[in-house]
């Protein structure tokens, strides 16, 4: 017997961690063309951290079911189903709209966990066009940090400008995007430079490949640095998720022609230096701002996963479903290193 009700997160406002509560609610009934997903894995993203401080800057509704990443089983199809059977495992597209290149205004208001309601709950309905085959040697925690750090760096790397072997790849930090970025420049063929702030951080960079790993707070200039490890040519694809704080060493550290992939605000959204857009001009780069990614790109980056055997980094601290407010807290006091997963039942 299909369930009838589930166990899920809410965000019901911008009052921080308090806003966040555990409820029980219906399960809406199956349309046409929609799928019922017995949901077994999530991940979190910093999105998740700054949604309840009203520092998103994308499309939000309160009150809202939480978390944009999840893998599940398919247990119900609507009548006109044809992509999807009862037991196929499925992973979640971030934004439910976003099926091909270019973005448009209804796909950004098509995000899960903010425009609409998110992962952090047992069982959901989707449209069958809002999922993806889950990689066959991956499990669903694995599976869930796709969604968003996964399609974001992959994204990064060959939705703009294709990243070719041989080509040099800096990424900022560990956390999902930079980690990921790092393993799919690996199995493409390019050299990655790392940034990082501790040693036992690098060691764990260069075990997942890096060919260079900085530690940035012993070398603040080291845009600089990572273009002479380039023999001076600089570096052909940047993940710059520091924002403005980090910005103005990307920009040393880019080649001409190269490209600065904008993705997150890690340090802060103040600028800093002299990170200013004027240096496209300058040193001939392009500043390109990245979004997630459409779901043909998502398909493309499965069966890259399964051809590599690539293995998402994920956290050694997995929560359950009802500890995940604590899973919250855990990744804003930056105790983690990749993702921060989430075992749902």
């Known amino acids: 017997m299909a369930p009838t009700t589930t166990k899920q997160w809410i965000f019901k406002g911008t009052n921080g961690f308090d806003d966040l509560a555990f409820t029980e609610a219906e399960i809406p009934p199956v349309a046409e063309n929609d ?8 991940s979190l993203n910093y999105r998740d951290l700054i949604i309840p401080k009203g520092l998103y800057p994308f499309p939000i509704k309160f009150p809202v079911v939480a978390g944009s990443d999840g893998a599940g089983e398919v247990i119900a199809v609507g009548s006109k189903v044809t992509r999807w059977k009862p037991g196929d495992r ?17 796909a950004v208001n098509s995000g899960l966990g903010g425009a609409l309601d998110g992962t952090l709950r047992q069982y959901a309905v989707f ?14 925690v694995e599976a869930a940090t796709l969604t968003c750090a996964g399609l974001t760096a992959w994204n990064a790397l060959f939705g703009g400008k294709p990243l070719k072997p041989g080509q040099w790849v ?31 951080k690098a060691e ?16 603040p200039n080291w845009g600089e640095t990572a273009r002479k490890l380039t023999d001076g040519e600089g570096v052909d694809q940047i993940l710059e998720v520091g924002g403005p704080q980090t910005q103005e060493q990307s920009i040393k550290a880019v080649r001409s022609d190269g490209v600065i992939n904008i993705i997150g605000l890690l340090g802060g959204v103040e600028p800093k ?24 790109q998502f398909e493309e980056m499965v069966r890259a996963i399964e051809a590599n055997d690539i293995k998402p980094v994920v956290d050694k601290e997995v929560f359950p479903l009802e500890k995940a407010k604590e899973a919250f807290e855990y990744m804003e006091a930056q105790r983690h290193f990749g993702k921060v997963g989430i075992a749902i039942d």
Not at 172 to 191: E, H, P
């Open 35 to 42: 799928v019922l997903v017995h949901l077994r894995g999530a």
């Open 90 to 106: 499925v992973v979640t597209l971030f934004n439910q709209s976003h099926y091909y290149n270019p973005i448009d205004p209804i």
């Open 127 to 140: 449209n069958e066009n809002g999922l993806v085959r889950a990689p066959s040697n991956l499990n669903y």
């Open 170 to 200: 800096l990424v900022q930090g560990t956390g999902g995007v930079s980690i990921f970025g790092l393993q799919f420049a690996k199995a493409a063929g390019a050299r990655v430079i790392a940034t990082t702030s501790t040693a036992e």
């Open 204 to 219: 764990i960079l260069k075990k997942l490949g890096a060919d260079h790993v900085i530690n940035y707070k012993e070398d």
């Open 273 to 296: 230096g002299d990170a200013r857009i004027i240096h496209a001009l300058w040193h001939l780069c392009t500043f390109r701002g990245v979004f997630v990614g459409p779901r043909g």
